[in-house]
């Protein structure tokens, strides 16, 4: 956490960051703004009564940089990146800087040329460590990065819910449960925020795919939407504080995101009662006084929008009437109480870049990739491998110059540079997202691991060449890459180019193949009998070649577990493919061109998995995955005993987990909630990772987070939990049931 800095220090800020010194009140006495006494939205409501209309008006709009220069009003020291708000230096508000994202300090097809940044994992990645700790060290690592960049609004904290295993931007989120996901990216927002620069968190809500996503129409009750996505986003919002939120592209039940009214204001506000501002995702706008009556406070990249509704048409609105001037008033005070709220005020950025301590950020990523990284797969104990091999080969995914990322505007540059780079030639994506990889090469921190061994690396394009070269080897890991982008959802779960083919090529050859799969999510698995252990190690970030070594070769334990289903096969899932393919075609550039490309038709997108998303609706349908949610293997092995479940006004469990096995390791015991209504089927309520030493046993106590067990009641706006009998189960993962009891519960309404 930055320290709250004196008066003086903050005129003296003020001063190195261009700003004029904060007014002072007619009367001499300081300003209310500045009075730090007072809460963050009533020191905004002062700015904003202290400002003028036209400088309110900057507030409420933000430019694109790429699309600004030379426009009219256009400031000229745009930095290039997401966005811009000019600020109002008379008053000490900062200008907004805006930059993506969630795994790290993004710079999208290099716009700006040479400025690299620590690449953390997939937010998956993330989500599988199940430790709210590393997520906060990853966001606190992007957050000091961005500032140091001159960077104070952070386009973080992903959460939509992976509602289907293809998603293009599945990597980028935190996976299928809402308690896992809100609390880990409340977490990581948390992170970001100690910095005293504002994190979002996105994108509001129900963006469940990306085929379209501009004209999707996600359709769900408001009562499952509590139950999943927006329970989530709730989790998130409480954990994190984040001074924005995201609002999406898709139209949710029948409204755009960024003019529906249940979400923004209803919802929102006054069931949640949310301080900060409502930004739109870039080009999400679709209206003037609907947007902003509906609760949108600030049209982000303007230029990309088809009108520029929230410049003249505002002010034509506001003064029509058409838009009360207070709801006006209101958008600026929402943003300045988010500027406020999360320090970034009172601390602004400085007008120059500062040092980054980049060996200290890159641990950051490497030990957030050691923990995501999920063992699903170790006949016969293959791993962890010994340092005796004399040939090890190392083939495909170009492992030996680096580890692939994920695309669009989430990208970082990462330090090291980028030793592959394929553009794309057509798609939604193709104008901002190449295929990257980071330069972490596993094949040299193999070899670093193994100093007597020969390692060399065939790229597998051939699989009858790989498997020749394997043949002869001690040791064979294939590197299986599937790569997912933003803008576009991938069609199908298996691993594209003849890799199947190589693998089971390979593994024929040789039986001592290990695969290590590179993923923005599930994969099919048709070989997975005969490779005896398989690693998923996600986009595993600017150190993924020595946390994958590390992992292989035992200096780490693994203790990932899954934060998402991995079906075996694609028809288990609640859609067989993603929705409005028919309709849209891949590369229609309407499916990512916002309202600029016209208002292509939509499509409807029905929800038959309603609020049992992901693993739920697997135990709901019987159907048995490859991989179930919150799976992980370890080299060593942890057993549970002694369970005991209170009920009353609370559900708790407690119980023993100890290692069993021979080495030390961190395990993540799960605790699975079900209650007593006809048809319900379990979901997590709790969960701990903790670190265990062989032998060692821990006494673990978990209190069910009660909105996991409640039912959401859409009249009285409230949740309502039935009295009854709950189920409580603890499980290695969502379909093992290691220890099982029960307690009743007393009924309960409480607010959301
Ligand atoms: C994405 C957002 C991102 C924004 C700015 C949009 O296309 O959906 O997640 O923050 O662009 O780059």
New binding site residues.
Partial sequence: MRANLTPKLLLLAGAACGLSTPALAKTGAPAPWLDRKLSAEARADALVRAMTTEEKMQIVRTWFPPMASGKPGAPDDLIPS??EMVGVPRLGIPTLRES??SLGVANQVEQRKGDTATALPASLATAASFDPEVAYAGGAMIGAEARAKRFNVL?AG?VNLTRDPWGGRDFEYLGEDPLLAGIMDGAHIRGVQSNHIVSTI??FAFNAQETGRMIVDARLDWSALHESDLLAFKLGIEGGHPGSV?CA?NVVNGDWACENKTLLTSILRDQWGYKGWVMS???AVHSTVKAANAGLDQD??AELDKEDYFRDRLNAAVAKGDVPKARFDAMVRNVLTGVIETGLYDDPVAITNQPIDTDAHARVAQKAAEEGIVLLRNAGNMLPLAATAKRIVIIGGHADVGVLSGG???QVRSIGGVPVEIPLKSGPAASFARITWHNSSPMRAVQALNPGAQVSYVDGTDPTAAAAAAKSADLVLVFATQWRT??EDITTLALPDNQDALIEAVAAANPRTAVVIESGGPVLMPWLDKVPAVLAAWYPGQRGGEAIANILFGKVNPSGRLPITFPAAERQAPRPQPVGLAEIAHDDAASNAGSAGGEAKGFAAEYPEGADVGYRWYARKGQRPLFPFGFGLSYTKFTYANLKVSGGAALTVSFDVTNAGQRSGADVPQLYVTPPTGGAVARLGGFQRIELQPGETRHVTLSAERRTMAKWDEAAKGWYLAAGSYRAAIGHDAVDRSLSGAATLAEQRFKP
Avoid: I, N, P, R
Wanted: glycine share 24%.
């Fill in positions: 997401a966005g993506d994202a386009l992903g996105k994108h995201m592209y995702d870039w080009g982000s990249g669009g505007s989430s933003e803008a």
